[in-house]
């Protein structure tokens, strides 16, 4: 009986989760196991259909691999037989509809990636429901019709597909191929010269889409918002510029893999280096860089020493790169000197559960983030206990702005406001007056003492007026690196050694995964908002309550210990 832990998709998921395997990164593997787990019968979200399985299984049989000459079941590589699998048999448990709705692949070039997308188009195109409309959109035409000669050339080696069959199952025209047995349809679009709205597609491609703004793949999913059945691919390797609608869609994926976004039907590979290789040179000597955003180069010798041979141009020539590294390491180069701030992974090993009794007594400082009136605040309390810091924090959204926020930025801010980490006030703009009360009640609330607020004077004026009038002491922060370097290293150095401790909040553990950080020219590190990957808000207010922490009361401590003071 043909079942699908027989298969090539789960022995490769299952080979991606062996725990001595580092081919593979860290997010592949989270697919891997999050898959698993539903093939296995253990999600109560999901489930495999076995009829659908053995339908494309019958199907890749039939369709011949142009290349090797054989039929796809046998030439596809193992990455694409999870992803074709994953894609079409994963069923909703609710409905039997299909589950994943959107499929991510970051993948480096040379990876058959186009290909790939070929194989599953034509499988839609004979599954999907009759008039189904399929497009694909990349940067211009002539990338768009990479797929359209993916398809035709598929179809061109398979007799049973080809148009010369006496019954006609695919006719292949100038601008679009058809379907003929479902009557369905695929156009080739191209963003620098096609509208995207006003089409419906039952399944849609975007291909490179690191070279494209967001706008293509939210006209096609929002095309999309009627239909039960839908499938998006999105499809590309890293590129050097950071305003692209593929840094958004990652970024969305590893939200979803880290369980801080609930959305479960979007399938990622993302075969990108584990963050340890991302920095410094390790590119230039450690394979597993290579092979971490290669999966093909695992099982072909020949693309293995090809990349290899590219790698030694890029190291003595550097003009060969930024080519090199985003393209066949899916690694920015122009963003190297942006790192990820802190692991969620190492950050959430600092979480606590909340008791409201600690807070009792204690002597506080406080930091606050007064962001643009439309835009997210923050405000987080810290104090020094024991030889440790421990920091609360909330975050403040204007209450109109819910629903786009929440689509946008991929945050359910409505599950955030609900358990308490998050205030929706005002309407399309922040309510400061609500702000300014909230920061006041924290003595009364919560049993502390206000020893001094820290603020950036953007934004901030008119509130620090009215907390000084009620006594509270607040000091200006300059959102320099010379001065932010020293308690955005205090933070990053507590929690990887275990002497941080933060109650328990989701919208914190968000704005941690969004944190990048840049060097400036003394080596000075500090969170870059503009080059982060989303909302930092409470990680800005920690970092400004923790500069007036060290300076008061850490500083002082470590003066006392070493005598200096008495």
């Known amino acids: 009986m043909v079942a699908i832990k027989d298969s090539r998709a789960y022995k490769y998921a299952k080979w991606c989760l062996e725990p001595d395997n580092h081919y593979v990164g860290e997010y592949v593997k989270k697919q891997c196991a999050s898959w698993i787990e539903i093939c296995d019968g253990n999600s109560e979200d999901a489930y495999i259909c076995e009829k659908t399985y053995k339908k494309i299984v019958k199907l890749l049989k039939l369709i011949n691999h142009p290349d090797l000459g054989c039929s796809m079941y046998e030439g596809l590589e193992d990455y694409a037989m999870l992803l074709i699998f994953a894609t079409f048999c994963t069923k909703s448990r609710t409905d039997a509809t299909r589950f994943y709705q959107t499929v991510v692949l970051e993948i480096a070039r040379k990876n058959f990636k186009t290909f790939v997308s070929a194989v599953i188009f034509i499988i839609g195109m004979l599954t999907e429901p009759r008039f189904s409309r399929f497009f694909s959109v990349a940067p211009d035409l002539k990338l768009s019709k990479e797929l359209q000669v993916a398809i035709k050339k598929i179809i061109k080696s398979s007799p049973l597909l080809s148009t010369g069959a006496r019954n006609r199952v695919f006719n292949i025209l100038r601008s679009e191929i058809r379907c003929e047995i479902t009557e369905s349809e695929f156009t080739p679009l191209a963003y620098s010269q096609d509208k995207m709205d006003g089409k419906m597609a039952n399944m849609f491609l975007a291909d490179e889409a690191g070279g494209m703004d967001s706008y293509p793949v939210e006209a096609m999913s929002s095309s999309q918002i009627t239909l039960t059945e839908k499938l998006g691919i999105i499809i590309s390797t890293q590129y050097p510029n950071d305003n692209n609608g593929f840094i958004d869609e990652i970024d969305k994926s590893k939200k979803v893999l880290d369980g801080l976004n609930s959305n479960k039907r979007r399938f990622s590979l993302l075969y990108e280096p584990d963050i340890e290789f991302m920095s410094g040179e390790q590119w230039k000597t450690n394979d597993l860089v290579i092979y971490q955003a290669n999966p093909a180069a695992y099982d072909h010798e020949h693309i293995m020493q090809a990349l290899i041979e590219k790698r030694e141009d890029a190291i003595v020539y550097e003009n060969k790169r930024e080519n090199f590294l985003c393209k066949h390491c899916n690694i920015k180069f122009k963003s190297l000197g942006t790192s990820g701030f802190i692991d969620v ?170 944190a990048r950080c840049t060097e400036d020219t003394n080596l000075n590190k500090y969170v870059n908002k503009k080059k982060s990957s989303g909302k930092v808000d409470m990680v800005v207010s920690v970092i400004n309550a923790i500069y007036l922490l060290n300076v008061n009361v850490i500083l002082q401590e470590k003066q006392i210990s070493w005598g200096v003071l008495t």
């Open 345 to 514: 992974i190492d950050f959430r090993k600092c979480k606590i559960v909340e008791d409201l009794s600690f807070w009792i007594g204690k002597h506080v400082y406080l930091g606050v983030d007064l962001s643009m009136t439309e835009d997210n605040t923050s405000v987080a309390m810290v104090c020094f206990h024991d030889g440790q810091i421990y920091a609360k924090g909330w975050g403040f959204v204007p209450a109109d702005s819910v629903e786009v926020k929440s689509k946008k930025e991929g945050v359910d801010y409505k599950e955030l406001i609900k358990k308490g980490y998050c205030f929706s006030c005002g309407d399309r703009i922040i309510d400061y007056k609500f702000v300014e009360n909230f920061v006041s009640s924290l003595p009364q609330k919560y049993g502390v003492t206000i020893e001094m607020l820290g603020f950036d004077k953007y934004n901030a004026l008119s509130s620090v007026q009215k907390w000084e009038s009620e006594g509270i002491e607040c000091c200006e922060i300059k959102q320099h690196s010379s001065v932010l370097h020293v308690p955005t290293k205090l933070l990053k150095e507590s929690v990887l050694q275990n002497t941080f401790h933060y109650d328990e909040n989701l919208m914190f553990e968000i704005n941690i995964q969004n």
